[in-house]
């Protein structure tokens, strides 16, 4: 990927995660689309995250934003993954495809129920097929923290999981650019580790009183991944 800022689109970025992420990479500099399942949904989203006057993000349809964007962040709830993804599959041919769903099943989100064939973004890779490289990335960070004014959030560290080592790389980067520790956890299986963890940092959440319990790994890297 060239110096040029790609440009990013948040499909289900008016929810709490995709929003937040939006608004932290906007102000880091970078052209954001948010998309909705409707564009005027998504236009209002994007005018809240506008509204100090210094951002400019743009609003369009989930469909829209995926042709815009060079890299697609999916940030929906789980019960609709599947179908996003049909809208959007032909948009992303070609891209990177930041896959951040976690299954939760309400009422039991404190339990880990990870879906057939073993984690969402595995179902993610192999619905998009080979011609997109699916990264899974950002479950594991409360959506608050996301919106937090701290430049860096040092107790938030990010497991990234794909089968593409460069994809995974180019997402290490933007997540540094936004103040977020980042990690190579390998290939795209390894994506349940983070989406089950997610239900346990939920029951942390309420066992302990914790507002937005996130993970970070320990030890002092000695080699260059």
């Known amino acids: 990927m060239s110096d040029k800022h790609p440009t990013l689109a948040f499909i289900g970025g008016t ?7 939006a608004w932290r990479f906007a102000k880091a500099g970078y052209s954001v689309v948010i998309g909705s399942r409707t564009a005027e949904k998504a ?13 400019t993000v743009q609003g369009a349809t989930n469909e829209n934003a995926a042709v815009a964007g060079d890299i697609v962040f999916l940030t929906v709830p ?9 809208s959007i599959r032909a948009a992303v ?9 976690v299954p939760l099943m309400p009422p039991k989100v404190m339990r880990v129920q990870l879906p057939a064939g073993g984690c969402a973004a595995k ?26 004014s ?4 040092d107790d938030c560290d990010v497991l990234v999981t794909g089968n593409d080592a460069d994809a995974r790389g180019i997402i290490i980067k ?8 980042a990690w190579h956890a390998g290939s795209i ?15 942390l959440n309420k066992h302990y009183g914790i507002a937005g319990a996130g993970i970070s790994i320990t030890g002092k890297p000695t080699q260059t991944p």
């Open 189 to 203: 299986d390894n994506s349940a580790v983070a989406e089950a963890l997610t239900s346990v940092l939920i029951f």
């Open 43 to 55: 236009v209002e989203a994007a005018a809240r995250i506008n509204a100090d006057g210094t951002l």
């Open 93 to 101: 041919q070609g891209k990177i495809v930041v896959d951040s769903t």
């Open 123 to 148: 179902r993610t890779q192999d619905f998009l097929g080979e011609g997109v490289r699916v990264v899974s990335a950002f479950q594991n960070i409360a959506a608050a923290h996301m919106r937090s």
């Open 78 to 86: 789980f019960a609709s993954h599947e179908a996003t993804l049909t």
């Open 174 to 181: 933007l997540a540094e650019k936004i103040g977020i520790k």
């Open 150 to 153: 701290r430049e860096h959030l």
């Open 15 to 21: 929810g709490d995660l995709g929003s937040g992420l």
